[in-house]
């Protein structure tokens, strides 16, 4: 696994989310009521770019802005049509030195 640094956690803060240009399609980064998360870039229902849209930090979840499909940000699940194959998810967490970072496949 390759650990991706994302950026101290003071400048993600609950609610907040980040797209890191990393991995093949890019990883969105969302810290949702204190912990963080991060998916894949990419919309399954047409590989639109997923993270651009709006998300909602009350319910984890993100908006594609092409479609509208939701996906849970925690478990990169798909919630509503037209997407209904999940995101992949990443391993997200905050080191003792205060920065985020995600593992990516090698």
């Given at each position: 696994?390759?650990?991706?640094?994302?950026?101290?956690?003071?400048?993600?803060?609950?609610?907040?989310?980040?797209?890191?240009?990393?991995?093949?399609?890019?990883?969105?980064?969302?810290?949702?009521?204190?912990?963080?998360?991060?998916?894949?870039?990419r919309c399954?229902?047409?590989?639109?770019?997923?993270?651009?849209?709006?998300?909602?930090?009350?319910?984890?979840?993100?908006?594609?802005?092409?479609?509208?499909?939701?996906?849970?940000?925690?478990?990169?699940?798909?919630?509503?049509?037209?997407?209904?194959?999940?995101?992949?998810?990443?391993?997200?967490?905050?080191?003792?030195?205060?920065?985020?970072?995600?593992?990516?496949?090698?």
């Amino acid at each position: 696994m390759a650990e991706i640094e994302v950026c101290p956690l003071a400048e993600l803060p609950p609610g907040a989310s980040r797209v890191v240009d990393a991995g093949p399609e890019g990883v969105g980064v969302y810290n949702c009521d204190g912990t963080v998360y991060a998916i894949e870039d990419r919309c399954t229902h047409d590989d639109g770019k997923l993270c651009e849209g709006d998300w909602e930090p009350e319910t984890c979840e993100v908006i594609c802005p092409r479609h509208g499909a939701r996906f849970d940000v925690r478990t990169g699940a798909a919630l509503t049509l037209p997407a209904y194959i999940p995101v992949d998810t990443y391993p997200a967490r905050v080191r003792d030195d205060g920065m985020v970072v995600v593992e990516l496949p090698d």
